[in-house]
């Protein structure tokens, strides 16, 4: 494989509805940035892969609606969907374009609109098996809720502590001009809002936005040729765990994600994660999840995760920043979020991210999951070569 | 482009669409147990030995057919709780109690509803159904072959 390099991002202003553009306009708007961060001509892409879950825009393959926005037309094009990971293994798969050779320059474009449906939950439900587990009334947040509930239970975790999840979270994203949910908030806020699926409140849990994004993927000799200040491509891990989310060993720990983190750091020469990386952009559309996900990326042992957060181990003045954007708890167009996890590592490692820069950036960690629990993908970016 | 709020456009539409999904053999027989004669079944693998609840034809693990149908009892522990509050479209009437059960007998969690007792008030209803309660099944008289056909677990202390 060769060496790869991101080479320019892009993103919208992410709203609960932009009713200014069409799917195609927001496409465009968000690979035109991508190209404009680049200095580069959509002549220049040689291959598109474009990321989106159909059913949230009400469209059978809004792929094909918005291939003209995206300047894929006469261009190869290839379409993922794995749920919330969606947006990352986008990445990853344009990244394996350029990396196996097959490609100098490939574009990862998302689009999602998940404010266009009525109700995202209803949705959702739809993923779970039919015959067996969709009567069960399970939603996205179920999710969260039982790894909650669980977590609370097994490692005694609290509900404060998942509060200073959300107010740092909306903390970073006041700083973010592109988040989707801008305001302060308190512990005291998060713990009195409305209960929505216990052990989860309304501040525990992500909004439904509208946005596109996208990233350029080059190879080390077009990247040295074409831009100054590339994000170099240090590793990725995908895997995917079985559809029965009543087989996993304990829902409090999320064992897949440590199996796929493993392999991430290995690849990317990792050995103390806490230490070597600066900033992580984790996929946690409720509370509890970056709880899980701390721990199961090895930054703090099990259980510790609660502790380490009201100490402000992961603050931006922080041991390791986490979700300097303010996170998924603050935006969150489904089949882009997971991008845009990416587009904010590469901005961190870059000198990019303004108001919410982590000072001396030089190693950040995107990742994102989807299905029942099922799906993880994940990546390092680095300002410097590995 | 002149850009006036007031100006831009929705077009409603709707995505309604009526399915029929197969069972299979395997959820067939299973369902068949639940509808005629009130009775869980879990299936083994003949390899790794587990009972998989719900059953399917195979084992993913080992990558085998499954053959051996095992009897699971009605009744076992809470092993993760949600409660949901909020009404979504075409989804139950909140408020309801999400939980995976381990059953007597069964090496893996079903997904259903905990019920039976009052869950309108979250402070009251995270104490009456709490990770390691027990439940039992509370049956529905006319069954029809599906999960429904058991209305929810019941906490055994509820009266
Ligand atoms: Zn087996």
């Known amino acids: 494989m060769r060496r790869v390099a991101i080479i320019g991002v892009g993103q919208t202003k992410f709203r609960t509805r932009r009713d200014d553009a069409t799917h195609e306009e927001l496409t465009f708007e968000g690979v035109s940035r991508a190209l404009e961060d680049a200095a580069l001509s959509i002549s220049q892409i040689e291959s598109f892969v474009y990321g989106t879950m159909d059913p949230f825009d009400g469209v059978n393959s809004p792929d094909k609606w918005c291939v003209g926005g995206a300047g894929a037309v006469g261009k190869p094009y290839i379409k993922i969907s794995t749920g919330g990971t969606t947006g990352l293994t986008t990445g990853i798969a344009a990244y394996h374009q350029v990396a196996s050779g097959a490609f100098d320059i490939a574009m990862a474009v998302c689009t999602q609109r998940v404010g266009v449906g009525d109700d995202a939950q209803s949705i959702l439900n739809t993923c779970v098996c039919p015959i067996y587990e969709r009567d069960a009334g399970a939603g996205a947040i179920t999710v969260g809720a039982q790894q909650a509930s669980r977590h609370m239970f097994k490692y005694g975790s609290t509900d404060y502590q998942r509060a200073l999840v959300s107010v740092d979270a909306h903390k970073n994203a006041l700083n973010n001009p592109y988040a989707h949910i801008q305001v302060d908030v308190t512990p005291e806020d998060v713990m009195n809002s409305r209960m929505i699926e216990w052990p989860l409140r309304l501040l525990e849990c992500c909004p439904r936005s509208d946005g596109a994004c996208a990233v350029i993927f080059a190879s080390e000799e077009q990247a040295k040729k074409l831009c100054p200040k590339p994000a170099w491509v240090w590793g990725e891990a995908s895997i995917i765990d079985s559809y029965w989310w009543g087989e996993r060993p304990d829902l409090a720990d999320w064992d897949i994600l440590s199996l796929a983190g493993r392999r991430l750091f290995k690849m990317a020469g990792i050995e103390n994660p806490i230490k070597e990386i600066d900033v992580a952009e984790l996929y946690a559309p409720f509370t509890s999840q970056t709880l899980l996900e701390l721990e199961a990326l090895g930054f703090c042992g099990k259980g510790e995760s609660g502790p380490q957060i009201e100490k402000g181990v992961f603050k931006m003045d922080g041991e390791m920043a986490v979700n300097p954007s303010g996170g998924v708890l603050c935006t969150n167009p489904i089949g882009a979020t997971g991008l845009v996890r990416l587009v904010e590592a590469c901005l961190q490692v870059t000198g990019k991210a303004e108001k919410r820069q982590v000072p001396d950036a030089e190693v950040a960690l995107a990742h994102a999951w989807g299905g029942t629990m099922q799906l993880h993908a994940l990546m390092i970016v680095g300002k410097h070569k590995r | ?159």
């Open chain 2, 1 to 159: 482009m002149a850009e006036k709020k007031e100006e831009f456009i929705k077009v409603k539409a709707n995505w309604n669409i009526p399915y029929t999904h197969s069972a299979g053999k395997c959820a067939s027989h299973f369902f068949q147990e639940m509808k005629e004669k009130k009775r869980i079944f879990g299936i083994r693998c003949p390899k790794c030995q587990r009972v998989m609840l719900p059953p399917r034809s195979f084992c993913e693990r080992c990558f085998v057919e499954t053959t051996d149908w095992v009897p699971v009892k009605d009744e076992g522990v809470v092993d993760s709780v949600s409660i949901n509050y909020m009404e979504y479209t075409g989804m139950p009437k909140p408020p309801y109690a999400i939980a995976f059960i381990k059953l007597d007998g069964s090496d893996s969690r079903l997904m259903h509803f905990v019920g039976g007792v009052d869950l309108s008030d979250w402070k009251k209803a995270k104490e009456l159904v709490k990770i390691g309660t027990r439940v039992k099944a509370v049956w529905k008289e006319e069954r029809e072959g599906r999960m429904t056909d058991i209305m929810y677990f019941k906490p055994i202390s509820a009266k």
